[in-house]
């Protein structure tokens, strides 16, 4: 910071060290238009740092004097940006204690003077040890602590002092540093998905990148490489320095310090940084964010387990591998593959594995997303009965489900699975009226369908439409005059996805108009009169005169509105839609209502025969099978077949109830939690057991169910997977005819649960004549055809009560 010691019209020169001067430089530095980026920041790093040395040498600040200048956050790590707060601790030895005073006001009152923004301290170095340790917040930021001017042996003293303190006592720290973390995450949301990010303490942002830094100097995040800042080629490093860029524009254009990104500056931030337009900014800074809230999510999980292991802990037993799923376990509070599993070989496992975690809500282990992007075997096409299950079971995990989808797409996993969803991915929403971008707002839709999944006899096309029905939109494309309706392209991508997923032909049609008219429901109820029988007449004709289209868009309409923002759904639209889907409905004919299968020939023969007979036979799936039983019909049967398959570890998929020749033919769709296909022999062993009295089944479901309860008092895991409820089960009664009942129920489909409903009707004296039974994805969707012992409301009313109550799994 040279200046002429005399101006040209005789004045005195200014003093290059009042506060004035430094305030002047440093705007001439920001108004230089050749400088930009990082050589703009080490610019204005350079004025304080020359400002601070000259100023500090006046006040007798020099090396051996027993002062020291130490800079801390911006100017610390040597990324001051145009208006960042300016961070400094003057540090002393305590052997000039009247000069104290003197020296620090020299140093701050300039600064204030010029409106410079200052975060100030004065410390020994045994101060800063003990701000070390009694605040965690503040230790982080003297992590950053680098000499500027004075007494070099002093600073070094504290510097490397309060590093070796943080070492050895940052596992102490971590619960302090957790709490902050998430107090900050509370206070400023998400870098990702917002509409104007604060980028320095928001989830993702410049913050997390610098505790990451702290943890990794702690040595808590031992096996992260790839995710450490200072790692050559590590993902982090490029995200911080785009965080910082786009500060340090947001600061130029704003004049003043500013951390948040306004949508009015975006464009101007988008041109000076040379990334297109602002919806590519957007794009740009929600991947950053995602990249550094998996890699902080990760670190944090990291640290955690080093912590655990240090000291007496490494005496302790290691943690029991709890089993979630076929080659997927829980192990120290996160999802993990089992010993036994072979990515290579099962093309499923990634499914399984976000599945399970978010069933359990536990984060997915960073190695075992690794391995899994690194080993995994590509998705046969179409895919299996199975893994299409497993997603289903993903999606129907409500909220729970974002984080894991978030990790595997963090992975390049994601992605695999649904290579369109590079269309969508931190997109931006090109209106003020949706909170999310578009990959989120799709996400947050199927969370909010899943709450609907029991309302509705296709559960199963709802979550896939609300995955789908945006995924025509694109930040290249728009919707009007001159670009492709997101609404066609759309459905032309669902039918895509559609086939490769396996969907049946006419599945497939339901979705692709689910997503062609997604629009449809809304655009009704608040352009046209929907009580109008014509429009009624002309909306169910568009939608092809099919209920079931009708229903999951209905759905669809609900969730796709709560997923947009605050405000877009209430009572009245609310109202207006249902409305108009009951009149389309009734238009049509009315919703399916099953009917019974006949038996095939083979098995009436079988029943005829007499007797007790278990079959199985390979399934569709690798892994499906069908368990045929028959037995002399007789009241708690349909429980105790249902029991026996539930404690063999059999999840029953679908079911169809018979009878023949006074036998009971009762056929099921299986497959099992874990192991191999089921023995028959074992099965009918047990069968002949539990009608004989000598064993039963329900009594050992009841049994498992409260050995799943933690004690009270105790959060500890439990031993098996918990399913969490996420819709309401809903039953409803209709006429069968002939007196007959129709009981329809959808429920979140639960360890034995068919067993659990059946022993429920008979208990209440009822007799199930015949039987549907399907679990579409993690949704029980059961019709039976029953004979009431009382037909009365108030009997019916009680029933109902009854089976709702052990739909509920235990939690």
């Known amino acids: 910071m040279n200046a002429d ?102 140093l701050w009152y300039p600064l204030w003077d010029a409106g410079i923004k200052l975060d100030h301290s004065v410390r020994s170095v045994p101060d800063a040890l003990r701000v070390t340790r009694e605040d965690a917040t503040a ?87 790839r995710l450490d800042p200072g790692t050559e080629g590590s993902p982090l490093a490029q995200a911080y320095d785009f965080l910082l860029g786009v500060r340090d524009e947001a600061h ?22 040379g990334v297109g337009d602002r919806f590519e900014l957007s794009r740009r800074i929600s991947d950053a964010g995602r990249t550094a809230s998996y890699a902080v999510d990760a670190g944090l999980r990291t640290a955690q387990n080093a912590v655990s292991r240090r000291g007496f802990s490494r005496l302790r037993r290691s943690p029991l591998r709890r089993p979630l799923d076929e080659g997927v376990v829980e192990h120290n509070g996160e999802v993990v593959l089992a010993r036994s599993a072979i990515p290579s070989s099962d093309p499923g496992l990634v499914i399984r594995v976000a599945a399970a975690a978010a069933r359990n809500r536990l984060p997915i282990n960073g190695p075992t997303l690794e391995r899994l992007a690194k080993y995994g075997a590509p998705m046969p096409e179409p895919w299996s009965i199975e893994v299409l299950s497993d997603l289903l079971v993903l999606l129907a995990s409500g909220h729970d489900m974002a984080g894991p989808v978030e990790m595997l797409d963090r992975a390049g996993l994601w992605g695999r699975l649904f290579p369109e969803w590079d269309r969508v991915r931190d997109v931006p929403p090109r209106d003020g009226i949706h909170t999310w971008t578009v990959d989120r707002h799709l996400i947050e839709t199927v969370a909010f369908s899943a709450e609907l999944t029991t309302s509705l006899s296709r559960p199963d096309l709802l979550l896939l439409s609300a995955l789908l029905h945006d995924i025509g939109k694109s930040s290249a494309g728009k919707d009007g005059p001159g670009g492709p309706d997101h609404c066609e392209v759309g459905a032309e991508l669902a039918d895509t996805v559609g086939r490769r997923l396996g969907l049946w032909a006419p ?152 009878s023949h020749a006074g036998h009971a033919v009762d ?35 009841a049994a498992r169910t409260a050995a799943r309860l933690p004690e009270a008092g105790n959060s500890a895991q439990t031993a098996v997977p918990v399913t969490r409820v996420v819709a309401p089960p809903r039953a409803r009664w209709l006429t069968g005819g002939a007196g007959h009942w129709l009981l329809e129920l959808r429920a979140a489909d639960d360890e034995g649960l068919l067993a659990k409903v059946a022993a429920e009707l008979e208990a209440g004296g009822v007799n199930v004549d015949w039987a549907t039974v399907s679990t579409l994805g993690a949704t029980a969707v059961d019709t039976f055809s029953v004979t009431l012992p009382d037909e009365s409301v108030a009997a019916r009313e009680a029933l109902t009560a009854a089976v709702l109550a052990v739909c509920a799994p235990a939690r």
């Open 5 to 106: 010691p005399k101006p040209s019209d005789g004045r005195a020169a200014p003093d290059p060290t009042s506060g004035a001067t430094l305030a002047a430089v440093r705007t001439v530095v920001l108004q230089d238009e050749s400088l930009t980026g990082a050589r703009r920041r080490a610019a204005i790093g350079a004025v304080f740092e020359d400002w601070i040395s000259e100023r500090a040498k006046a006040l007798g600040i020099v090396d051996q004097s027993g002062f020291a200048v130490v800079a801390v956050g911006s100017l610390g790590r040597n990324e001051m940006v145009g208006y960042s707060d300016l961070d400094l601790i003057l540090v002393h030895d305590d052997r000039y204690p009247e000069r104290l005073s003197q020296v620090a006001d020299g």
């Open 139 to 225: 230790a982080l930021g003297l992590l950053d602590s680098r000499f500027i001017a004075g007494d070099a042996d002093l600073a070094g003293l504290m510097t490397t002092s309060v590093r070796n303190l943080w070492r050895s006592e940052a596992r102490l720290r971590l619960p302090q540093v957790l709490e902050a973390t998430q107090d900050r995450w509370r206070r400023s949301g998400d870098i990702a998905h917002r509409a104007e990010p604060d980028l320095k303490n928001g989830r993702g942002g410049l913050r997390d990148i610098q505790l990451l830094n702290a943890l990794a100097l702690a040595q808590l995040t031992d096996g992260l490489d």
């Open 252 to 273: 130029r254009i704003a004049g003043r310090s500013r951390d948040q990104v306004r949508a009015q500056d975006a464009d101007e931030i988008a041109e000076a940084l």
């Open 507 to 658: 599945d497939r049609e339901v979705v692709n108009q689910v997503v062609r008219h997604h629009l449809l429901l809304h655009q009704v109820v608040t352009r046209r009169d929907s009580t109008d029988p014509a429009v009624v007449a002309e909306v169910a004709e568009k939608l092809g005169n099919n209920a079931v289209v009708v229903e999951v868009l209905g759905a669809l309409s609900e969730a796709d509105s709560r997923a947009t923002g605050p405000g877009v759904w209430g009572e009245w639209k609310s109202s207006l839609i249902s409305g108009l889907v009951d009149r389309v409905v009734a238009h049509i004919g009315g919703s399916p209502i099953s009917v019974p299968e006949p038996v095939s020939p083979e098995l009436r023969d079988l029943a005829e025969r007499g007797g007790l007979h278990v079959l199985v036979e390979r399934g569709d799936g690798p892994n499906m099978s069908i368990v045929t039983m028959i037995a002399p019909d007789r009241r708690g049967l349909l429980s105790t077949m249902a029991g026996v398959l539930a404690v063999a570890g059999l999840q029953a998929h679908s079911a169809t109830l018979a």
């Open 667 to 701: 056929t099921f769709v299986v497959m099992p939690t874990f192991g191999g296909p089921p023995n028959a022999q074992l099965l009918r062993q047990r069968l002949n057991a539990s009608l004989a009295g000598d064993y039963h089944p329900i009594v050992e479901l």
